[in-house]
């Protein structure tokens, strides 16, 4: 096996081991942790797909990822910007 392509695996497992954490971290009580959390889910999810994209020569890997990070990050900052009153 090329070391490309091992490498590539051990990203894939790193990222599932990320996202696991990162969904015990969501758990607890404080709505920071569960934006903190399903934030770090979406990027580990979206480097994932690129990862697996460019691998399997799947179509649509790098559009649907880039929407995935970008709508992420809107739905992180609105929810904030609701949670944090008229300040």
Do not use: H, P, Q
């Amino acid at each position: 096996m090329d070391i490309l392509i091992i490498s590539k695996y051990i990203l894939i497992i790193a990222l599932i081991i990320m996202m696991i954490v990162a969904l015990r971290a969501s758990a607890y009580k404080t709505t920071s942790m569960g934006l903190l959390g399903s934030s770090v889910v979406v990027v580990a999810f979206s480097v994932a797909l690129l990862v697996f994209g460019e691998m399997y020569n799947l179509t649509f890997y790098r559009d649907i990822s880039l929407a995935l990070i970008f709508f992420g990050f809107v739905g992180t900052v609105a929810f904030s910007v609701v949670l944090g009153g008229d300040k």
